[in-house]
């Protein structure tokens, strides 16, 4: 099984000043795979939130036969991938859409998601702080 928490974050959140960045850390056996973070091209934290589990899905591809096990502090996106709650804005139903259908079409044999609080998700939500905090 590989555990890997995932992090959004927005300063200027919604606006055409918006700096987001992502944050992640993956791990398997007790053994760190990677850990990474970047500025990404999106306005809003719930949009960074999608494409950090996006980028830690591509970057599993080759671990794909294995339980991968997706820990983010966004109770709206877990439980919209885990369709729990519905999908009001188009563009999150986009970014749904979008890693449901790289699950999918990769064959990834099983992908959970689990919200936790930010205080269990330090090390993604640093490394997405620190991003956007240099950016400034």
């Given amino acids: ?15 055409k000043d918006a700096i987001a960045a992502i944050g992640y850390v ?13 500025l990404v091209d999106y306005t809003t934290n719930n949009e960074a939130e999608y494409s950090a589990i996006m980028n830690v899905l591509q970057r599993l591809v080759e671990n794909k036969d ?26 999150m139903l986009f970014l749904r859409n979008m890693i449901q259908g790289f699950i999918y079409t990769q064959k990834f044999k099983e992908v959970r998601f689990t919200w936790i ?20």
């Fill in 1 to 15: 099984m590989i555990k890997v928490w995932t992090d959004g974050s927005c300063r200027a959140n919604g606006t």
């Fill in 26 to 38: 993956a791990v398997k056996d007790e053994t760190e795979l990677f850990r990474d973070g970047k």
């Fill in 66 to 91: 294995e339980l991968i096990w997706i820990y983010c502090d966004s109770a709206l996106v877990v439980n919209q991938l885990n369709g729990a709650w519905k999908v009001k804005d188009d563009r």
């Fill in 117 to 136: 609080p930010r205080e269990q998700n330090k090390i993604a939500n640093d490394i997405a702080q620190a991003l956007t905090e240099k950016r400034r």
